[in-house]
T-cell receptor, first 114, second 111 residues
Framework: EAGVTQFPSHSVIEKGQTVTLRCDPI?????LYWYRRVMGKEIKFLLH????????ESGMPNNRFLAERTGGTYSTLKVQPAELEDSGVYFC????????????FGPGTRLTVT | RKEVEQDPGPFNVPEGATVAFNCTYS??????FFWYRQDCRKEPKLLMS???SGNEDGRFTAQLNRASQYISLLIRDSKLSDSATYLC????????????FGSGTRLSIRP
């Protein structure tokens, strides 16, 4: 069975540009999470989808970040316009249930904003 | 104060040694607790959940102390392959979703 996949694996963009990250969860997992790890810091929760609905988006840094999960399958995270401080590794995870269930992480997208 | 605190290490121990990490959390209403393992430049992977009664999985033992608000991970007979960063993860009771990661403890096992 395929695990969580993320695309792209790396992205280098200039400040002010737009980037869209994609996450494909494990098939059948209704719960999808986005996280971010900025260099030298701990992994931070961004938001949680249950199917296509946003369950909790309290971790989203600001309105330059937009996450969608149309149809309840894959999800995208768009950063527009990107700022230098957005650089980091963006992880996606999925699980069968919510809190308390094992979350399976994707390999992450390493975003560098120059 | 961080919500979840870990000793960053690194812990450098010989193969076969026993090593223990602690993790403290600030929210007494926290509900679920986990240890994840993260290899260099890889994604985190669940090592084990931590239950109130404590749990053991082979060479790994996890304990929860709610009164003192800490969880621990004990690794016995350490192997070279145990070298990784160990992440303490806590879910607050107040949130349906949010989980909070510690910054991780680096472990290096030497031959």
């Amino acid at each position: 069975e395929a695990g969580v996949t993320q695309f792209p694996s790396h992205s280098v963009i200039e400040k002010g540009q737009t980037v869209t990250l994609r996450c494909d969860p494990i098939s059948g997992h209704d719960n999808l999470y986005w996280y971010r790890r900025v260099m030298g810091k701990e992994i931070k929760f961004l938001l949680h989808f249950v199917k296509e609905s946003k369950q909790d988006e309290s971790g989203m840094p600001n309105n330059r970040f937009l996450a969608e999960r149309t149809g309840g399958t894959y999800s995208t995270l768009k950063v527009q316009p990107a700022e230098l401080e957005d650089s980091g590794v963006y992880f996606c995870a999925s699980s069968q249930g919510g809190r308390g269930y094992e979350q399976y992480f994707g390999p992450g997208t390493r975003l560098t904003v120059t | 104060r961080k919500e979840v605190e870990q000793d960053p290490g690194p812990f450098n121990v010989p193969e076969g040694a026993t090593v223990a990490f602690n993790c403290t959390y600030s929210n007494s209403a926290s509900q679920s607790f986990f240890w994840y393992r993260q290899d260099c430049r890889k994604e985190p992977k669940l090592l084990m959940s931590v239950y109130s009664s404590g749990n053991e999985d082979g060479r790994f033992t996890a304990q929860l102390n709610r009164a003192s608000q800490y969880i621990s991970l004990l690794i016995r007979d350490s192997k070279l392959s145990d070298s990784a960063t160990y992440l303490c993860v806590v879910t607050p009771r107040s949130s349906a979703s949010k989980i909070i990661f510690g910054s991780g403890t680096r472990l290096s096992i030497r031959p």
